[in-house]
């Protein structure tokens, strides 16, 4: 019997399965692995525990695997992929394959047919195919250029945006300030965004917040997400607000590979991944709303796809059947 293992390596999550011909019979779930996200001392730790763990999960010896996937975004560049790579090839035997992030939730979402996903999870992108094969993608150049709408960036937006409310005096904030410029004490009557971004990181001043934010190396503001969902599940314009930002600048991905990929009338599909498009209706909607309003029969998938079955399918597949 052969065994195949396909991973999801995100900066967040990684998750492996372990599966025969037909079917998963191992999985495990770790933290992130993704070399540009965590570093590559992490990266190569949690990546070989996740699937020391879905081996033995399955009863399986890690050498017997036939063949492996990853999906990682950033994997288009030498360094990462042979990173990867390596930190797998340390366990399992057989052929080993890395891609980015967006090939493995494409092929869970549309396997061996047209259509497109758009990923917005630590990071974001756009990547489809269409009828005639022609691949297209948006977006997904880095956390510090691109990214848009995913968790890091509706992080580092909210910091932007509860500091430049707090400049013109929209959060009701009261606070004095000694000779220097500093805070001397606790900020008081802090907006309800500002409060759970301060919560959220462990902090009591604004000073500290300034510091932590323009920190090297940076902070995680991905951590903000969940932070600025409560923020808008409260009633905060600003926190809401910048979800629909997040939902504009991730439909505007979408448009833009629909229109590069585009050769009939009728739309391609589209499949939505990732925890800010799982964790917010917001965000799901508005940005539904923004697709349909210059797509209007497009197809857009209800049930969010399990990236790493993607993965586990192109194991199965062998490296020349896919995008």
């Known amino acids: 019997m052969a065994f195949f293992l396909g991973i999801d390596g995100g900066g967040t999550r990684t998750t492996c399965l372990v599966g025969d011909e037909t079917s998963v019979i191992g999985r495990a779930t770790s933290a992130g692995s993704n070399p540009i996200r965590v570093g590559e001392p992490q990266a190569r730790k949690v990546l070989r525990t996740a699937i020391r763990e879905a081996c033995t999960a399955a009863k399986v010896d890690p050498k017997k695997i036939q063949r492996a996937c990853i999906g990682v975004a950033g994997a288009a560049r030498p360094q990462i992929s042979n990173l990867v790579h390596a930190a797998v090839a340390k366990l399992v035997g057989g052929e080993i394959e890395v891609v980015g992030d967006m090939v493995i939730a494409r092929e869970a979402a549309f396997p061996d047919q047209p259509g497109i996903v758009v990923i917005a999870g630590t990071g974001s992108i756009a990547f489809g195919r269409n009828q005639r094969g022609e691949v297209a993608r948006a977006g997904g150049w880095g956390f510090a250029v691109s990214d848009e709408g995913s968790g890091h960036w509706v992080g580092k937006t909210a910091v932007a945006a509860a500091l430049r409310a707090r400049d013109s005096g929209n959060d009701r ?73 997040a939902a504009s600048e991730l439909a505007q991905l979408a448009k833009i590979v629909m229109q590069r990929l585009e050769t009939s009338g009728e739309a391609l599909p589209l499949a939505l991944s990732g925890g800010v498009f799982q964790n917010s209706p917001v965000v799901r909607q508005a940005f539904a709303n923004s697709v349909r309003a210059d797509y209007p029969h497009v197809k857009i998938l209800p049930v969010t796809p399990d990236s790493v079955q993607g993965a586990l399918a192109l194991a199965r597949k062998g490296k020349d059947k896919h995008d």
């Open 173 to 245: 904030e009261n606070e004095t300030r000694n000779e220097t410029g500093e805070t001397p004490g606790k900020d008081h009557e802090r907006s309800s965004l500002l409060t759970s971004i301060m919560n959220a990181w462990h902090l009591e001043t604004l000073d500290d917040l300034v510091r932590s934010a323009n920190s090297i190396p940076p902070p995680d503001f991905s951590s903000l997400f969940p932070p600025v969902l409560a923020a808008a599940a409260s009633g905060d314009a600003l926190a809401r607000d910048i979800l629909m930002s």
